[in-house]
């Protein structure tokens, strides 16, 4: 079973870079799919972050790709998310995810998620 | 950027009766690669469809899909207590992913 599981700081302080870490198992994610960052600010919607392939492709919401840098380590079998130049809009809930089998299906696994506050 | 607009916001009905949710998006829709997620308190989103249609595995038969070009519908036929939650429709694909704002379905 595909188990995924965020780590990294809960607190960030505001113009600082926060970095998460999403560690896999069940998968080799030098295998295949394209590995996904996924945010939810308290009491609001989902906003996709952005992707990567297990091949070190990456692809960015536009509207966050100017501070973001996505990237895949398949040794420690990990994928991690670095956001840039953080403020208080940037706290949320931060997912990793996976589609289920592939391009044509949605995510269909999750990590549990990780709460990252800003805040000086 | 493809824009996914849901409504309602927020849906009241009652245990046992049908919910319809609507998913509309700004440009048609390649392959209809259009995911329904639900989500509940505290806990990480639970895909119910991908491709407009098919249920995700263990997804019971209350929930389906429908829909294609723009226009995309999540309908529970008959409402169970633990179905009461937020919902949110998804376009993916290889580029680029969007979420919908979100439907509430609340118990009236």
């Known amino acids: 079973q595909v188990q995924l599981q965020e780590s990294g700081p809960g607190l960030v302080k505001p113009s600082e870079t926060l970095s998460l870490t999403c560690a896999v198992s069940?998968?080799?994610?030098?295998?295949?799919?394209?590995w996904g960052w996924i945010r939810q600010p308290p009491g609001k919607g989902l906003e996709w972050i952005g992707s990567i392939y297990h091949s070190g492709s990456t692809y960015y919401n536009l509207s966050l790709k100017s501070r973001v840098i996505i990237s895949v380590d398949t040794s420690k079998n990990q994928f991690s998310l670095r956001l840039s130049s953080v403020t208080a809009a940037d706290t949320a809930v931060y997912y990793c995810a996976r589609p289920t089998s592939g391009v044509g299906s949605g995510y269909g696994f999750w990590g549990r998620g990780s709460l990252v506050t800003v805040s000086s | 950027e493809i824009v996914l607009t849901q409504s309602p916001g927020t849906l009241s009905l009652s245990p046992g009766e049908r919910a319809t949710l609507s998913c509309r998006t700004s440009?048609?829709?390649?392959?209809?690669?259009i995911a329904w997620y639900q989500q509940k308190p505290g806990q990480a989103p639970r895909l119910l469809i991908d491709g407009a249609s098919t249920r995700a595995t263990g997804i019971p038969d209350r929930f389906s899909g429908s829909g294609s070009g723009t226009d995309f519908t999540l309908t529970i036929s008959r409402l169970e207590p633990e179905d009461f939650a937020v919902y949110y429709c998804?376009?993916?694909?290889?580029?680029?992913?969007?979420f919908g704002q979100g439907t509430k379905l609340e118990i009236k």
């Open positions: 440009q048609s829709v390649t392959r209809n690669y």
């Open positions: 998804q376009q993916y694909g290889v580029t680029l992913y969007a």
């Open positions: 069940g998968y080799s994610i030098s295998s295949n799919f394209f």
